[in-house]
């Protein structure tokens, strides 16, 4: 795959070295260490921010909408307290409204920057005055996927007030999440009905009547590729394959894909399973580790064998996560009410999409003039919703 830097190369400074543009795809060594160390102190982990997925994904930014990786330093000589991908955008939906939003791949499930704990106010301040002063930028930051109430919503809220303005939440949804303090085999007994765990154990018992089944876990050490190869088979023969949506449906996406594994492997992050028949994989599933949570990123089952429904039996499986000391909680990245994941994992995870304005006059004028429209649009689309239950028109 051929890629073409979406940066300037010469990391040019601004605001001299508290803010950078780096290019991703040509780091230099400390950079890179850098962005390794922020990684392993931020106050919220995202994997989808951490070098080894982030920089295999930056070469697909539009150079033409200002699309910047930005790294936020506590001065000039300081470390590095925050980076985040973020891009010029000239819709709002389907309002002709450019705004500055964070980037995401569409295979990110969260839009969290990488912020050094305990720096997070200063962070979302040094980076709004910076857009403030780009000339490019214009309206509004909006930020996609943000933990409800977690440090980085907090802090974006604390900080936008002390502008004079708000940190808007005109998107809300809730996904399925696993914390508990429960044994795998409590947590199993107490999410699904007795009756349907009766059925689980029927399809297990039958399943295992077709041949040898096992479940498989990769290990630190081995070859990788073989993995990554039977999860792409395995789901460009269900549904997304058939519509053309899977992983290997499209070059690029592959390797991307086939990078990001890699690239979690190397750095420590990857769990992947498998649940086997007679050697061949009815169910996989790939989480990555990001102490103190974890993240399950994708997950593919064969059609064939949907009657034994192998992807439930590898999720039992996979509960074995609450024993792992260094996980506290993982972050499902499922659709809302996903009807599987939402089955088995009984706890959820609310994020919020943000806007927060930018500072001169005529920013805060359309800012508020999009808050007022959205209100409107909002009471129209849905007159009985409760108040913390916003959609957005994009």
């Known amino acids: 795959m051929t890629v073409h830097p979406a940066f300037p190369a010469d990391a040019t400074p601004a605001d001299p070295l508290t803010v ?79 705004h500055v939003t964070g980037w995401a791949h569409p295979n990110h499930f969260l839009g969290l920057p990488l912020v050094r704990a305990g720096f997070e106010r200063l962070f979302w301040s040094i980076l709004l005055g910076w857009c403030d002063a780009a000339p490019w930028a214009r309206t509004l930051l909006h930020v996609p996927r943000l933990t409800e109430d977690g440090p980085l919503h907090r802090a974006l809220v604390d900080v936008a007030r002390v502008r004079g303005g708000e940190a808007e939440i005109v998107h809300r949804e809730e996904r399925a999440l696993l914390a508990s303090d429960l044994s795998p085999a409590e947590y199993w007994d107490t999410a699904v009905r007795a009756k349907k765990r009766k059925e689980h154990r029927r399809q297990a018992n039958r399943l295992a009547e077709q041949g040898a089944m096992r479940f498989r876990r990769w290990r630190a050490g081995a070859a990788i590729e073989p993995w990554i190869d039977s999860f792409l088979d395995l789901e460009a023969r269900g549904w997304k394959g058939r519509a053309g949506s899977a992983l290997a449906s499209h070059g690029d996406t592959e390797a991307w894909f086939r990078a990001i594994i890699a690239g979690a492997a190397e750095a420590g992050r990857l769990d992947m399973r498998a649940l086997d028949l007679d050697e061949r994989p009815l169910a996989m599933l790939i989480n990555f580790r990001t102490p103190p949570g974890g993240f399950s990123f994708k997950t593919a089952f064969d059609e064939e064998y949907a009657r034994f429904s192998p992807g439930v039996l590898l999720q039992q499986e996979n509960l074995d996560l609450l024993d792992d000391p260094a996980i506290a909680w993982v972050d499902s990245c499922a659709a809302p009410g996903h009807p599987m994941i939402d089955s088995v994992w009984r706890e959820r995870r609310a994020l919020v999409w943000v806007n927060t304005a930018l500072s001169s006059p005529a920013d805060r004028l359309r800012f508020a003039m999009l808050a007022r429209i959205e209100r409107l649009w909002r009471r129209w689309k849905a007159p009985t919703a409760v108040e913390n239950e916003v959609e957005s028109p994009t």
Do not use: K, T
């Open 20 to 98: 950078r543009i780096v290019d991703p795809l040509a780091l230099s060594p400390e950079l890179a260490a850098a962005w390794d160390r922020l990684a392993a102190e931020a106050s919220e982990p995202n994997p989808f921010a951490e070098r080894w997925c982030l920089q295999s994904a930056l070469h697909l930014l539009d150079p033409e909408r200002h699309a910047r990786l930005v790294m936020v330093r506590d001065g000039s000589d300081g470390p590095v307290i925050g980076i985040m991908p973020i891009a010029a955008a000239p819709h709002y939906g389907r309002l002709p409204l450019r």
